[in-house]
């Protein structure tokens, strides 16, 4: 009964997300050249390409740390906040909450139009840095524009893990701790904080993995010469139509994302799988 | 002739033995309590009669008619669930009027029988109101209207109390007898509490580990209960350990430094027993002038009642009285105490 | 419940103002009256909200969004209520390796995906079909109707159904009557949620489609890509809008916050 029931399911599932990724990595393998296009021969010139040639080194090493650098600053603005909010009152923290998290519903690339107009050369930040005499500075189409963006995009992200995370805390504890002479600083520090790891953990890896993958963003922000994985693949696949140069990058990316996510589930079962069950 | 028969049910989920060779026959008309502790069969006894889980062995036959492998919905019984089970986006008329939908019913034929079923539990203003809208106990009385309307030929109660106050459910307990009583129809009853199966049923089952372990009226059940685990279960009693000194018209045990006689058949000489008393058995006397004297270490007002703890040479005893009929010994006191020969009960 | 310090209010204005700085400042500009992205500063105008009506291409990629996610939405629906029954209500051998299947498409990046649907379609011819972008949009959005209905089948007291049940209601009329009016909630939040990342979605959208069935919001990125007028600027605005519809129709059927953070 239950795999009736699961049945159209599974057949689209099946057909457009398993049988499409294998033919992708099949795909990986095979031979291109601008003249002939793609071939039913099999090599891997492209993986040796992708990992032995300096320019992509490049790219994934600025995906890399821009995406870090992205989830860090999300943890530092995301876990604070979210503190903040479960600690007020309705009807502040509703709205609060839903003002935080709506632009998850917009489209991504409404909000990469925002920030290119906000961090523009004529745009208001450049403005207010002009009336402060520090001169315009040159953010859009830097790391610094993808990484604000991607902030923005991302923050939501790590809210709603460590949102979902505060809400399990029994607020008695905290209470106990403090009836015990526990400064409030050390409260968060020694109680808080460690129960809430997991919900920062979970968030990190959402927001790492989206990063390192997101496309709208570096390519609006980005511009024409700082590229990222997913700019990278966009160009072997519409302008260079090296398909199976541009599938092993993907690939490569999909590879990646996996490592991170089985060593997360790895280290957060021996950390943690005795104390948060 | 049983109106409802249940031979030999058993139920294993996989080595696990939940209910053993269980026999019951119900007449028309019948209360009958399931009792038990947690865990021991009574509620998978319920759901096989329901149709919700699957016999391993056993029939049960309704009227001359086997249902045991009947599906749930064929089975025509009226069943008030332990949460109530209301259907939270209809109303209190939809929800009653449901069964009737299900067996094609008109629609005025249908108004007129649940607005009759609405009456029977006094809900009848509250036809138009949502579940969410109402208290537990009108929502437990819905329950109820839906499961007899449909003039079910067994009426199934799972722990139907256990989620009201005591107030209400002392209150709803006469509710349910004498609705039960009007309209007649056979009922099973499960619960754990045996102040409520023994107050409304005409027969208690007791159960334990899958087994039944007594069937008896309330009144006998209590007054000669079959084993030490009854003896406890259903109110409450002291254990006096002893043993067989000589058997003949009536038993000697020897208990402590004292002798006891008490009816017991079948018993051998040198057979460890156990002597059953009820704390209000026991009266206070003076000291030195009852069967033996003892210390009260604790006393408890319990509103109606005094319950007191009493340090004697066979143990600790409790002795209920009720509060009122005579002077209570204050904590430390020693009295004597006094009871009848026929207020012990032999226990293997 | 404490209260919050004025350091910590002041912290929460400056995310708030850093999360709608964007939206706002897109707003704005959407009624300049001038060529350029400038904030309005004398006079509102809505010249450039009739030059997106009037760009045939912004039009047509709309309505490609909308029945795009509409059918995509609906079919996930379809495909995902008895698919999330069956799991929360089943255990069989292979339940959490088809429940991890489906709601993979939320950890496999859309880049990867796009890339290896474009792939599948290249090599059976469906490159410009709309309906095969649907199935393709179908398997990106179906997690989050599967996670609503696998939510509200969990909380749900199955002895209301063993209560119809009992009062003879066969098994497919207490599906109709009993289980689907009581997750209703659930799947109309999946629906929606479904809708408005469809209608969003991108990064998969600009591999997959052709030029007769671009969206608009692949039409968007490559407007913007190209050229930064104010045309850009109203049509993000329209989409601010018309999500903003789209939440306060999620809120009332389901909870906003509900939906966004899973339950109170």
């Given at each position: 009964m239950p795999w009736a029931l699961s049945a159209p399911a599974l057949l689209l599932f099946g057909s457009l997300l398993l049988v499409p990724l294998a033919l992708t990595t099949v795909l990986s393998f095979h031979v291109f050249s601008h003249a002939t296009g793609v071939q039913d021969d099999f090599t891997l010139a492209h993986y040796a390409a992708v990992l032995g040639d300096e320019y992509y080194h490049g790219i994934f090493w600025r995906t890399f740390w821009v995406s870090a650098l992205t989830t860090l600053i999300c943890i530092a603005i995301g876990a604070p906040e979210a503190y903040v909010l479960s600690r007020m009152r309705d009807p502040w923290r509703a709205i609060c909450l839903l003002v935080v998290l709506a632009p998850l519903l917009v489209s991504v690339v409404v909000r990469a139009f925002g920030w290119s107009m906000l961090l523009g050369p004529q745009g208001p930040v450049n403005q207010a840095l002009q009336s402060l005499g520090l001169g315009p500075v040159r953010i859009l189409y830097t790391e610094a524009a993808v990484i604000i963006a991607l902030v923005h995009v991302m923050l939501p992200f790590m809210v709603i893990p460590v949102w979902t995370s505060l809400h399990k805390l029994d607020p008695a504890v905290e209470n106990a701790a403090l009836s015990l002479s526990a400064a409030p600083f050390t409260v968060l520090r020694r109680i808080v904080l460690p129960q809430v790891m997991p919900g920062i953990l979970s968030g990190s890896l959402i927001v790492f993995g989206l990063s390192a993958s997101a496309f709208a963003i570096p390519g609006l922000l980005g511009g024409r010469r700082l590229k990222m994985v997913a700019t990278v693949v966009y160009d072997e696949y519409l302008h260079e139509l090296n398909w199976p140069l541009g599938a092993a990058v993907a690939l490569l990316l999909l590879l990646a994302n996996l490592v991170v996510m089985l060593s997360y589930n790895h280290f957060v079962e021996r950390n943690y799988k005795k104390s948060m069950g | 002739m049983s109106f409802l028969t249940l031979a030999n049910l058993t139920k294993f989920y996989g080595a696990n033995c939940v209910v053993n060779d269980l026999s019951l026959r119900v007449d028309k008309g019948e209360f009958v309590s399931l009792l038990g502790p947690s865990g021991c069969g009574k509620t998978t006894t319920l759901q096989m009669v329901a149709g919700f889980a699957e016999a391993t062995s056993g029939s049960i036959v309704l009227d001359g008619r086997d249902i045991t492998h009947a599906?749930?919905?064929?089975?025509?019984?009226?069943?008030?669930?332990?949460?109530?089970?209301?259907?939270?986006?209809?109303?209190?008329?939809?929800?009653?009027?449901?069964?009737?939908?299900?067996?094609?019913?008109?629609?005025?034929?249908?108004?007129?029988?649940?607005?009759?079923?609405?009456?029977?539990?006094?809900?009848?203003?509250?036809?138009?109101?949502?579940?969410?809208?109402?208290?537990?106990?009108?929502?437990?009385?819905?329950?109820?209207?839906?499961?007899?309307?449909?003039?079910?030929?067994?009426?199934?109660?799972?722990?139907?109390?256990?989620?009201?106050?005591?107030?209400?459910?002392?209150?709803?307990?006469?509710?349910?007898?004498?609705?039960?009583?009007?309209?007649?129809?056979?009922?099973?009853?499960?619960?754990?509490?045996?102040?409520?199966?023994?107050?409304?049923?005409?027969?208690?089952?007791?159960?334990?580990?899958?087994?039944?372990?007594?069937?008896?009226?309330?009144?006998?059940?209590?007054?000669?209960?079959?084993?030490?685990?009854?003896?406890?279960?259903?109110?409450?009693?002291?254990?006096?350990?002893?043993?067989?000194?000589?058997?003949?018209?009536?038993?000697?045990?020897?208990?402590?430094?004292?002798?006891?006689?008490?009816?017991?058949?079948?018993?051998?000489?040198?057979?460890?027993?156990?002597?059953?008393?009820?704390?209000?058995?026991?009266?206070?006397?003076?000291?030195?002038?009852?069967?033996?004297?003892?210390?009260?270490?604790?006393?408890?007002?319990?509103?109606?009642?005094?319950?007191?703890?009493?340090?004697?040479?066979?143990?600790?005893?409790?002795?209920?009285?009720?509060?009122?009929?005579?002077?209570?010994?204050?904590?430390?006191?020693?009295?004597?105490?006094?009871?009848?020969?026929?207020?012990?009960?032999?226990?293997? | 419940m404490a209260k919050n310090s004025p350091l910590a209010l002041a912290f929460n204005a400056c995310v708030i103002a850093f999360m709608l700085a964007p939206l706002l400042i897109v707003c704005a500009v959407a009624f300049t009256p001038e060529n350029t992205l400038t904030i309005p500063s004398t006079h509102l105008s809505l010249r450039w909200f009739k030059a997106v009506f009037a760009h045939a291409d912004l039009v047509q990629s709309f309505w490609n969004s909308l029945w795009l996610a509409l059918s995509a939405a609906t079919l996930a629906t379809l495909v995902a209520v008895p698919a999330g029954l069956a799991i929360t209500r089943h255990a069989f051998a292979g339940r959490d390796a088809l429940n991890a299947l489906f709601l993979s498409p939320l950890v496999i990046p859309h880049l990867v995906l796009g890339i290896a649907i474009l792939r599948s379609f290249s090599l059976i011819g469906a490159t410009g079909s709309f309906g095969w972008l649907v199935l393709a949009h179908v398997v990106i959005v179906t997690p989050y109707v599967m996670r609503l209905v696998v939510a509200a089948a969990t909380g749900f007291d199955r002895s209301c159904e063993q209560a119809a049940l009992s009062l003879g209601a066969s098994h497919f009329t207490v599906f109709r009557r009993i289980t689907l009016p009581m997750i209703l909630p659930g799947v109309a939040g999946g629906w929606l949620l479904a809708f408005i990342n469809s209608f969003d979605e991108v990064t998969m959208s600009i591999f997959v489609t052709a030029p007769s069935t671009v969206t608009l919001p692949v039409r968007m990125y490559m407007y913007a890509t190209e050229s930064i007028d104010p045309l850009m600027a109203a049509a993000s605005a329209l989409m601010v809008g018309f999500t903003a519809a789209v939440m306060v129709l999620l809120d009332r059927l389901y909870g906003l916050d509900r939906i966004l953070v899973g339950g109170k």
């Open positions: - | 599906s749930a919905n064929s089975r025509g019984l009226g069943i008030v669930f332990q949460s109530y089970a209301l259907f939270p986006h209809m109303s209190v008329f939809d929800n009653v009027a449901f069964g009737l939908e299900m067996r094609r019913m008109p629609l005025a034929e249908r108004r007129e029988r649940v607005d009759e079923a609405l009456a029977m539990v006094h809900l009848e203003p509250h036809r138009t109101s949502y579940p969410r809208e109402l208290s537990g106990g009108q929502r437990q009385r819905v329950a109820l209207a839906r499961a007899l309307v449909i003039e079910p030929p067994v009426l199934l109660l799972d722990e139907p109390l256990s989620n009201l106050d005591a107030k209400l459910r002392e209150e709803m307990q006469f509710e349910l007898r004498h609705i039960q009583r009007k309209v007649g129809t056979t009922t099973i009853m499960v619960t754990h509490d045996q102040t409520e199966a023994m107050s409304i049923s005409d027969r208690v089952v007791v159960m334990q580990a899958g087994r039944v372990t007594q069937i008896d009226e309330p009144f006998r059940l209590y007054e000669q209960p079959q084993s030490r685990f009854i003896s406890g279960f259903v109110g409450k009693a002291n254990l006096i350990e002893g043993r067989v000194a000589d058997t003949g018209a009536q038993a000697i045990i020897s208990a402590g430094p004292m002798l006891f006689e008490v009816d017991g058949v079948g018993l051998l000489v040198g057979a460890a027993v156990a002597l059953s008393l009820r704390p209000e058995r026991i009266r206070f006397v003076a000291a030195g002038q009852g069967r033996l004297d003892g210390h009260v270490s604790a006393r408890f007002f319990l509103g109606s009642q005094w319950l007191c703890r009493m340090d004697t040479d066979l143990g600790e005893l409790a002795v209920v009285c009720t509060n009122g009929d005579a002077r209570v010994p204050a904590e430390g006191e020693r009295v004597g105490l006094q009871w009848s020969g026929d207020a012990m009960r032999v226990l293997r | -």
